[in-house]
T-cell receptor
Framework: NAGVMQNPRHLVRRRGQEARLRCSPMKGHSHVYWYRQLPEEGLKFMVYLQKENIIDESGMPKERFSAEFPKEGPSILRIQQVVRGDSAAYFC????????????FGPGTRLTVT | SQKIEQNSEALNIQEGKTATLTCNYTNYSPAYLQWYRQDPGRGPVFLLLIRENEKEKRKERLKVTFDTTLKQSLFHITASQPADSATYLCAPLDGATNKLIFGTGTLLAVQP
C-alpha cells in the first residue's frame, strides 16, 4: 500500500518561472492538505482540498498560488512567477476523513528559486 | 492569535532515560491534539492523537497527556533509544477553523 507520493522531490526554478508540484494521496484518501515549511519554522497550512473542491485556502497567498485536486489524477500546487521567497519545502498530506484525523505526509518537494 | 510553543532548544538525553517534550498553546481551545515525528529531509509521521476529554494516551513506549486547564500537552518516550532522535512536532486542532496548527518542533537527541 503506497504512501503519499510527491514529485518532483527537488525543483529548481528561476525567478519568474512557474512551479508545479504534484501529490498523489494514499489509496482511499479523499482529503488532501498542502503545507509549506521554511528552515527553523513550523509547517504552515496552505490549502485543504477534497476531490474537485477547495475546502479551505485561507493559508495560501491570494496571488500567484493555486491548487486543485481533480476527479482523476494527482493534486497540483501551482506557483506562478516564482520569487526567491517561495523557496521552501512543500509537503502534501492526505487523510481518510476530515482534518480532525491523523494526516499522512509525503516526502515533500524542495523548491529552490534562483 | 493562536500560539504554540515547544522547547526551542534541543533536548539531549542518555539512552534508556525518559524524554519529556512540552507543548504549550495559547488563545484557543483545541478539541484534538496530535504529535508527529519528523526526520531530516522527510515528511512528518503521525504518532498519536489525543482528544480534549482524554487525559492520557499511550502507544508502546510513547505517552501523551493533555491538560486543557494548563493548555499544555506533554509527550514522553520511555526507555529512549538513539533511533528516537528526531524532531517532534505538536499540532493542536483549532476548532474554530478546523485546521491543524503545527509547532516548530523540539529536536531530541538520544546519546548511546
Amino acid at each position: 500500500n503506497a504512501g503519499v507520493m510527491q514529485n518532483p522531490r527537488h525543483l529548481v526554478r528561476r525567478r519568474g518561472q512557474e512551479a508545479r508540484l504534484r501529490c498523489s494521496p494514499m489509496k482511499g484518501h479523499s482529503h488532501v492538505y498542502w503545507y509549506r515549511q521554511l528552515p527553523e519554522e513550523g509547517l504552515k497550512f496552505m490549502v485543504y482540498l477534497q476531490k474537485e473542491n477547495i475546502i479551505d485556502e485561507s493559508g495560501m497567498p491570494k496571488e500567484r498560488f493555486s491548487a486543485e485536486f481533480p476527479k482523476e489524477g494527482p493534486s497540483i500546487l501551482r506557483i506562478q512567477q516564482v520569487v526567491r521567497g517561495d523557496s521552501a519545502a512543500y509537503f502534501c498530506a492526505s487523510s481518510p476523513e476530515t482534518v480532525a484525523y491523523e494526516q499522512y505526509f509525503g516526502p515533500g518537494t524542495r523548491l529552490t528559486v534562483t | 492569535s493562536q500560539k504554540i510553543e515547544q522547547n526551542s532548544e534541543a533536548l539531549n538525553i542518555q539512552e534508556g532515560k525518559t524524554a519529556t517534550l512540552t507543548c504549550n498553546y495559547t488563545n484557543y481551545s483545541p478539541a484534538y491534539l496530535q504529535w508527529y515525528r519528523q526526520d531530516p529531509g522527510r515528511g512528518p509521521v503521525f504518532l498519536l492523537l489525543i482528544r480534549e476529554n482524554e487525559k492520557e494516551k499511550r502507544k508502546e513506549r510513547l505517552k501523551v497527556t493533555f491538560d486543557t486547564t494548563l493548555k499544555q500537552s506533554l509527550f514522553h518516550i520511555t526507555a529512549s533509544q538513539p533511533a528516537d532522535s528526531a524532531t517532534y512536532l505538536c499540532a493542536p486542532l483549532d476548532g474554530a477553523t478546523n485546521k491543524l496548527i503545527f509547532g516548530t518542533g523540539t529536536l531530541l537527541a538520544v546519546q548511546p
